[in-house]
């Protein structure tokens, strides 16, 4: 329905009535001669209804036909605007020019959205992507789009399928990250178990294999655990199978964890300078006259793009806060690393040992003449055993 009356207004329209005795034989007439009657309604001796422009000149040699008379009501569109305008020539040209820096823009990417990431970041994405000239203000003809998404997922290493599509003045990047699946051995491949680590066997759920271990037993770092040889009683042939199972055993692992009594490092000052800049396209212009920042700073940045019903405009807002920091001596003491040490193995307990059963945990605080030395030692129940494949020679 908006792009008809778009249309109706582009070609211009006239409403009118028609008045007289026969506005029957009127609109018979018009409908032989493939005359346009937009929304006609019917009235005792007068029809009203609306044409186009260039209907209404045929409309008229109809209407003497038929013995009615027409008379216009209101006139619509662009032919009756650029008429009423007719000597106002900046106005035209401006129209027109407006016309051609829309059409020009419209060749340009104006912004770039990033669906389907997850652990890749975006801020990289955007790095490959305005580096293989997908950018705001890239001009659309330029890119090659298969090229690109080639060149990108080569790049990135971690996307496994990306598409961009150009449309209208907006890049969708939506892409699918891949999934790094686990070696699996075939379960026709004969294969021994190993031990991954030492550890004292405290139970075994063997399902196909030969056991080389028992309970109670102390095992080496690849030490055979189940063999994937093993031999017939009643024919005395020995044969291939795919061992599997677990051995479960008690494990000890150390990790050790340092503390500087003394330490250079940067703290941030608490100064911060912020500049902002308004952007259009790759031009931008500063808002204030805060200078760049001496010495050394972290920076975050933030950008607000123009949205105007749904639609984002090539129009930014660029903000930069810097905040200050500089060199400082930090003294430790006990407590304090003690503190820092805590936090280091509550963050390893979470992010290395979520999948061992902890069966406990010392600790023991040390020091020398230059630091704080933490010593963790955790006692685990794991599963020890690992498929190491049988080589067969032809």
């Known amino acids: 329905m908006v792009v008809m009356n778009i249309l109706r207004w582009l070609r211009g329209t006239v409403d009118f009535t028609a008045t007289g ?9 018009a409908l032989r001669e493939d005359i346009a009657l937009i929304n006609p ?8 209804s609306t044409t186009f422009v260039s209907d209404y000149r045929d409309l008229r040699q109809v209407a003497r036909k038929s013995g009615v008379k027409l008379h216009i009501q209101k006139k619509h569109g662009l032919p009756f605007v650029i008429h ?3 000597n106002r020539s900046g106005l035209l040209a401006g129209a027109v020019l407006f016309i051609v820096i829309v059409q020009i823009l419209s060749m340009f990417i104006w912004s770039v959205e990033i669906v389907g990431q997850d652990t890749v970041s975006t801020t990289r994405i955007r790095q490959s992507l305005e580096s293989n000239g997908v950018r705001v203000g890239a001009y659309k003809g330029s890119i090659n789009v298969q090229e690109t998404e080639r060149k990108i997922t080569l790049d990135l290493g971690q996307v496994g399928w990306m598409s961009i599509n150009l449309i209208g003045t907006d890049a ?8 790094k699946v686990p070696e699996i051995l075939p379960l026709d491949k004969p294969c021994n178990l190993k031990a991954v680590k030492g550890g004292q066997i405290v139970k075994l759920e063997v399902a196909n294999g030969d056991k080389k271990v028992k ?13 994937g040889i093993m031999s ?9 199978v795919h061992s599997s199972g677990k051995v479960l055993a008690a494990v000890h692992e150390e990790k050790q964890i340092a503390v500087n009594k003394v330490k250079q490092c940067n703290l941030p000052t608490g100064a911060m300078i912020q500049q902002s800049q308004l952007r259009l396209f790759n031009f931008g212009v500063p808002l204030g006259l805060a200078a760049v920042p001496q010495g050394t700073y972290n920076r975050q940045i933030w950008m607000e793009s123009m949205v105007i019903n749904g639609n984002t405009l090539p129009i930014d807002v660029v903000t930069h806060k810097n905040y200050a920091y500089e060199m400082q001596t930090i003294s430790c003491d006990s407590q ?8 280091r193995t509550a963050l390893t307990d979470v992010f290395y040992m979520w999948d061992k059963n902890i069966i406990s945990e010392t600790a ?3 020091e020398n003449d230059k630091s704080y030395i933490y010593n963790v030692v955790y006692s685990t129940i794991e599963n020890i055993a690992v498929k190491a494949p049988i080589e067969l020679l032809d």
């Open 336 to 343: 304090t690393a003690e503190k820092i040490c805590h936090t």
């Open 84 to 86: 009423k305008n007719k």
């Open 172 to 179: 969708y990047v939506e892409l699918s990250e891949s999934v």
């Open 364 to 366: 023991v605080l040390q």
């Open 215 to 227: 309970i109670g037993d102390g095992v080496a770092k690849g030490q055979l655990l189940v063999s």
């Open 21 to 29: 005795k026969f506005p029957e034989r009127f609109i018979n007439l």
């Open 232 to 240: 017939d009683a009643d024919s005395k042939m020995a044969y291939f």
């Open 41 to 48: 309604i019917g009235e005792k001796g007068k029809l009203s």
